[in-house]
């Protein structure tokens, strides 16, 4: 089964001439990095940001003098010079204030998960459609040079059969009030393994503590079947002594991991594994043979992930072809983690997903 890319957001396009107007709503810890490449696109400006905090507007236009800012959102989702609003608020005003744009005409990017509940997020994806405006989820790692160049690995068959995904995002920190660990870092997990495999998991098992505050979940390993038998393991983590970012696809033929803390050797391809070349003479014994071939550290050439990901945004914008991280592939990604908390609920048992 491969991944449904949904029904194609069909866009209201923008002529390649005409400036495009980015109205931002939220500068945080994370709005701040995508406001300086949404600035960058050719052809376009940031027409307006909005944030509730005065304190962190005046932040923005010290380093963006003359940058028109104002604490009422609404200033944004009702300005008609706007074409395209970004939203990298907390998680519970994604979905009212993604709605209110699309509502007012608006092509809208909303940071990752796309909202906290499948239910809004089908609506905003009904919504997007019958405007004919682009909804895309901000999965900053599908649009990594590194993630892409994992999918074009496993996609060209290098890997030969994957067995298994293992991925790891731990961290001391940074604890959010907004969300839990799952709701704040497996969507990166889960977007890179469906976008990489072109597919979305069938099942879905978790196991969660809430060490420090009670009922927030601040560990949690998530186990994902995929069609083809492929399994995955995501590991989160708020309550690590050291930042890890490790992912790990066995294939085979080959295996591969990826580091995205390791510089410029993020991704190394390993001709390693274990061939099962004949069965011994004598019943049910096999021999197994270790292959321990080279390591290839490819060159991938570095790019910003998040320029790409405005870059996308415009451009789909522009012609009006669905983006990757489309409002559906944002939906799946909700989608797996409400399942992976009713696994929680009944003690980690696998809970089927059942996706539109
Ligand atoms: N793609 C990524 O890698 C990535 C990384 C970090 C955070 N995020 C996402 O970005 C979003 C914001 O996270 P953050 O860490 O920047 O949070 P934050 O709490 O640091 O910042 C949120 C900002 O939004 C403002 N705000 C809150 N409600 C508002 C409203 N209704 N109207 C206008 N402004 C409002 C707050 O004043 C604050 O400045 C979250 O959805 C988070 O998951 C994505």
């Given amino acids: 089964m491969s991944l449904p890319l949904g029904k194609a957001d069909a866009a209201t396009t923008i002529a390649p001439q005409r400036t495009l107007r980015f109205g931002q709503i939220g500068y945080g810890y994370w709005g701040p990095l995508m406001l ?25 236009q010290s380093t963006y003098p003359g940058l028109p800012v104002t604490q009422n959102p609404a200033d944004v989702l009702n300005s008609s010079a706007i074409d395209a609003v970004y939203i990298a608020t907390p998680l519970a005003t994604h979905f009212e204030l993604a709605h209110q744009a699309l509502a007012a ?56 059969r994957t067995y298994y995904i293992n991925s790891s995002r ?60 492929i399994i995955a393991h995501v590991h989160v983590s708020w309550l690590n002594p050291n930042k890890e970012r490790r992912f790990t696809i066995v294939g085979d033929r080959r295996m591969v991991s990826y580091d995205d803390t390791a510089g410029n050797e993020k991704i190394k391809v390993y001709d390693r594994g274990v061939d099962r070349p004949d069965y011994a003479s ?23 992930p998040l320029s790409v990901e405005c870059q996308h945004f415009a451009e789909a ?6 983006p990757r991280s489309n409002g559906t592939v944002g939906l799946h990604v909700v989608q797996t983690l409400e399942a992976a908390h009713q696994s929680i609920a009944q003690g980690g048992v696998y809970v089927a997903t059942q996706f539109d």
């Fill in 105 to 160: 005409g608006k092509h809208v990017l909303v940071e990752k998960p796309l909202t906290d509940n499948a239910a809004n997020a089908r609506t905003l994806i009904a919504l997007a459609e019958a405007k004919g405006l682009i909804l895309m989820a901000g999965h900053t790692f599908e649009y990594s040079p590194e993630v892409e160049y994992l999918r074009k690995l496993y996609t060209s068959g290098e890997l030969g």
């Fill in 170 to 229: 731990l961290n001391l920190g940074l604890f959010r009030r907004d969300a839990d660990v799952m709701w704040d870092l497996a969507p990166h997990d889960f977007s890179m393994i469906n976008f990489i495999l072109g597919m979305a998991p069938v099942a879905v098992s978790a196991r969660g503590a809430a060490c420090v505050h009670d009922g927030l979940i601040d560990v949690a390993y998530i186990d994902l079947k995929y069609p083809d038998g």
């Fill in 317 to 322: 914008i522009r012609s009006g072809q669905p």
């Fill in 36 to 60: 300086r490449n949404l600035a960058k696109q050719k052809n376009a400006e940031v027409a307006l940001l909005a944030d509730l905090s005065e304190k962190r507007l005046a932040d923005a």
């Fill in 282 to 304: 004598t019943f049910g014994e096999f021999q197994l043979s270790y292959r321990y071939g080279e390591i290839v550290i490819p060159f991938v050439k570095g790019e910003e």
